[in-house]
Each structure stands twice: as structure tokens, then as C-alpha cells.
């Protein structure tokens, strides 16, 4: 019934056919994304449709990769949707079921796509926990969160006993790093 997505790079085909088929099977689809993006093909084959479509943030990136459907999947992860990032780089995506999780991606989206970009959000989230199949999950968002996450993940760096394994494409932060070199 719903499908709110969040783009940085759009450009895989089979994606953006997905997204117009849904809006024609009757799906309220509604979508945010990168100003400077907008020119691009993907984004440009999106606005023809007319699938409400927000973009904003001039003066840095709208960089949030994740979908919400039906109010209980959350679609996200370090991806773009394009054929680089799907079929050749190296990213994660998850699909998660959780109505609370999805409510709390929903209230961020609603932010872009009524216009609140970088700076000008603010925190919506409530409920940073989530408990999903007995599983314990934090969920941050920046730039409002930003540096609680990041102290997180130096207090969790910090507490570590047997092993720290990670993923990135590049970071900067020399407390992070600190972290790492004395664990």
C-alpha cells in the first residue's frame, strides 16, 4: 500500500521499473533524494512519472540509502541503486521486518520529504532500541545523531574482549581510531 524510498544515486533500470509499477498497481510511493542528483538520468526518468519526489540539501549530500514498505519492511544498507554499487562494489543492504523500526525510518523520511535536509532536521526518533527477533538493534541518524553514534561505537570498540571486525570505505575519526589501535 505505501513505499517511501530514499535515494542518493538512482540508475539501475529494473529498480526505477520496480518503483513505477508499483505507483501504477496503486502503491502511494513517495520518494526523497540529492539535489545535485537531479539531473541525472535516473532521477530525471522519476520526475516524468510524477512521483512526489524531494530534494533537497544544497550544502552537503542527502545521502540515506533505505526504503520503507507498507509501514513493517525497512529496506537499507551502504548501497547505491545503480549497477556499480549492486553488482560490482562492495555493500551491505538488510531488509528488516519491524513495525517500530519502520516507524522510525518513516519520521526521518517525512522530515526530507517535507522539505528538513542535514542541519535543518531535527531528532524525531523516540525510540533509538529496537528488538527484532531477539536481536538488539541501535538506530542513529545524522547529522543529529552523529556524535552519539560515534561514541558508541568507540564505547563498543572499547568494551571488546575477543574480536572488532568492521566494514568501511574510509573514515577520519582519530578517536575511532585511537580505539582500534589500543583494542
Known amino acids: ?26 502503491v502511494r510511493v513517495r520518494m526523497v533524494g540529492d539535489v545535485d542528483e537531479s539531473v541525472t538520468q535516473g532521477y530525471q ?22 526504503a520503507i514498505a507498507d509501514g513493517r519492511f525497512v529496506i537499507m544498507g ?12 562492495n555493500n551491505n543492504f538488510a531488509i528488516i521486518e519491524s513495525v517500530s523500526l519502520a516507524n522510525s525510518y518513516t519520521k526521518e523520511f517525512e522530515q526530507m520529504f ?43 570498540v572499547n568494551q571488546a574482549k575477543r574480536e572488532i571486525n568492521y566494514m568501511i570505505f574510509a573514515y577520519t575519526h582519530d578517536e575511532l581510531t585511537s580505539a582500534l589501535i589500543r583494542a
Open 1 to 26: 500500500s505505501t513505499l517511501d524510498v530514499a535515494v542518493y544515486n538512482l540508475g539501475r533500470q529494473n529498480i526505477i521499473d520496480a518503483i513505477i509499477n508499483a505507483r501504477n498497481r496503486g
Open 78 to 89: 551502504t548501497g547505491n541503486l545503480t549497477d556499480t554499487d549492486l553488482m560490482m562494489n
Open 114 to 156: 517535507y522539505g528538513k535536509y542535514a542541519a535543518k532536521k531535527s531528532p524525531r526518533v523516540t525510540n533509538r532500541n529496537h528488538r527484532i527477533n531477539f536481536t538488539d538493534l541501535e538506530l542513529y541518524f545524522s547529522p543529529y545523531d552523529g556524535e552519539d553514534s560515534m561514541n558508541r561505537m568507540i564505547e563498543l
Open 45 to 66: 526518468i522519476i520526475f516524468r512519472t510524477n512521483i512526489p519526489f524531494s530534494v533537497g540539501n544544497p550544502s552537503g549530500i542527502q545521502h540515506n540509502k533505505f
